[in-house]
């Protein structure tokens, strides 16, 4: 009975720390989600508000908001790109590592840029927008270079996967396709045996061959059998004729022959 009670208070305190953990991470995931709208929605306005500024204002205002606006974007634009071709591409954890390095020099220039948007000394953030600018070009052109290699990388692998797909598509098609492979046999053969007379007679006036000639002054076919290199004519045998019986010589052994009788 203490065994079961105790077993069953196990399973209470399991079921508990269960709930509790489930709650905890489903809590975190809705705070990480909000925070991330939050921070989207901010993001947003902040974009806009430096647009609407970079073609409002003119100045030392219009130059840094059009200085931040232009970092902003080429930063949020290398980092959705590596992050997109990390997952299918493992190579690019490195170029990932170098652009978060160079993220932390853009977010410090920016936050420059935001500090002195509010600087009242005008005549001195005049003086470092040339610095300034500089600073931003030389980011963006980084972020830039590793977007467009990453992009480069991709479109290079989806062009090779696309000449591979294609040429096993055209060897399926050529084997689906058999029969004219059989079409083409029978005519290619048609063709050969209506060439082939012409073309055997021309071989065998190429290919006649130069018999010797016969010995001069020899008229005897044998002889020319001999020259053509067969074998000699035989002698034509004569025919038996059987001897008359009424012409052999008579001998005194033999005797006459008996008439025959008819009864």
Known sequence: MEAAITILALLLV??????????????GAAKRGVDRTITQARRTVEDTTLRA???GQTGVAGE?????????????ATQDA?????????????????FRRLSAHGLELDE????????????????????????????THSADSLRWAARDRARQF??????ALNAQIDI?????????????????????????????????????VDWPEPAAGSGNSSTADESW????????????????????TKYPWQKSARPETTN
Do not use: N
């Open 158 to 163: 989806a062009d090779d996967d696309l000449d």
């Open 112 to 139: 420059e840029l935001k500090r002195l948007e509010r600087e009242p000394d005008r005549a001195t953030v005049a003086g470092l927008l040339p610095q300034l600018r500089e600073r931003t070009e030389r980011i």
């Open 229 to 248: 290199g067969g074998p000699a004519r035989e002698e034509a045998p004569q025919a038996i004729t059987a001897p008359d019986p009424h012409l052999r």
């Open 64 to 76: 840094l908001a059009q200085l931040r606006l232009a970092l902003r974007t080429s930063m949020r």
């Open 172 to 208: 399926e098609a050529g084997a689906l396709r058999h029969w004219t492979v059989e079409e083409q046999q029978p005519g290619q053969a048609q063709g050969a045996a209506s060439q082939g007379p012409g073309a055997g007679a021309a071989r065998g006036r190429d290919a006649r």
């Open 14 to 27: 399991a079921f508990i720390a269960l709930g509790v953990y489930a709650t905890v991470k489903a809590v």
């Open 82 to 98: 590596l992050h997109a071709g990390v997952a299918e591409d493992s190579s690019l954890a490195e170029s990932v590592g170098l």
């Open 53 to 55: 500024k970079s073609f």
